[in-house]
């Protein structure tokens, strides 16, 4: 694993283990996305991102204070026959208001479950750079490929987002006061913004992670740093030079299960994961003696590791 350099780092923190039958919640950029699917595949009962990828740490404090507050609406627009919500990402739309309507009031109540029963909640800032509808004022989540005339665009400042975040913090803890809350900064650099650009506004993000990390249960877990500074090599990105690859996800996730999980518990994903490679082992001839007596030593083998750990979640 190559996480060398932040052996002695995780020494001097005092993050609490997580354990199966924990509840997770990933929201924010496209990172939440990537770490989310691999603790679901783990076994672990999880909600990702359900109003799709948001980049903006105030976007996301208002996805939340939404689902939190009955007396809260989210903005819809249309566009040609499709409808959208300003507060969430495209992958979020209806063909009507009312089937729109139904979607999110799902989202919602799918959210507000898992705020309140969670035992981690995971929020990976992506951008500081907002988008300001300018007919309302209004930071939007997802511009929805509409014309950049609608909207006024400016880098938020660390004490716009930590006084927001705070906020939201005490919401959080008063629906939930055992959860415990990860920040996280994704490693994509949003070059679209330009390289000076998006280095002010990572900048921003971690010096407001940082004050953040002073309210009680609030902590950091440094995905930014280690890729920029153990996987800086070119060969951890996609053909972009943006976007970690699968190997960085891999190598994020051996640091991931470093910081956070005990010993018998790695040894345990380690198993589900033999599992996993012997159902997806690709046969030459499916239909031989020798296939059938690998399929039935797999279910064996998996029905004797989900009865030892029932607190395991089926992916």
């Excluded at 996609?238 to 976007?243: L, R, S, W």
């Excluded at 239909?287 to 004797?304: G, Y």
Aim: net charge neutral; hydrophobic share 40%; with cysteine.
């Amino acid at each position: 694993m190559s996480a060398s350099n932040y052996q002695q780092w995780l020494k001097d923190q005092s993050f609490p283990k997580f354990k199966q039958g924990d509840f997770f919640v990933f929201l924010g950029s496209c990172f939440s996305d990537e770490l989310g699917a691999i603790i679901r595949s783990n076994g672990f009962n999880s909600l990702v991102n359900p109003g799709g990828t948001i980049f903006h740490p105030l976007a996301i404090a208002k996805l939340i204070e939404w689902t939190l507050d009955d007396s809260l609406s989210l903005r819809v627009l249309k566009q040609e026959d499709i409808f959208f919500s300003w507060e969430l990402s495209g992958s979020v739309y209806g063909m009507s208001s009312d089937e729109l309507a139904l979607k999110i009031e799902k989202l919602r109540l799918d959210l507000r479950k898992y705020l309140r029963k969670a035992n981690q909640l995971f929020v990976t800032f992506g951008s500081a750079w907002a988008y300001r509808l300018k007919s309302d004022g209004a930071i939007v989540a997802n511009c929805h490929k509409q014309s950049s005339q609608l909207f006024q665009k400016e880098n938020s400042t660390v004490e716009e987002i930590v006084t927001r975040w705070k906020s939201v913090i005490s919401l959080l803890k008063k629906e939930n006061p055992s959860i415990a809350i990860f920040f996280t900064v994704s490693p994509v650099r949003h070059i679209k913004d330009g390289y000076i650009e998006n280095n002010r506004s990572k900048a921003r993000l971690l010096l407001a992670v940082e004050e953040l990390q002073e309210e009680s249960g609030v902590f950091y877990f440094p995905a930014y740093e280690f890729v920029m500074d153990e996987l800086r090599d070119f060969r951890y990105f996609k053909a972009d030079g943006v976007h970690p690859n699968q190997e960085a996800v891999l190598e994020l996730w051996d640091f991931f299960q470093s910081s956070f999980f005990s010993d018998d518990t790695i040894d345990m994903l380690l198993q589900w994961q033999q599992i996993r490679q012997a159902e997806q082992h690709k046969i030459l001839y499916p239909k031989s003696q020798a296939a059938r007596r690998h399929m039935e030593q797999t279910m064996k083998r998996k029905a004797q590791f989900l009865s030892a750990h029932p607190l395991f979640h089926l992916p």
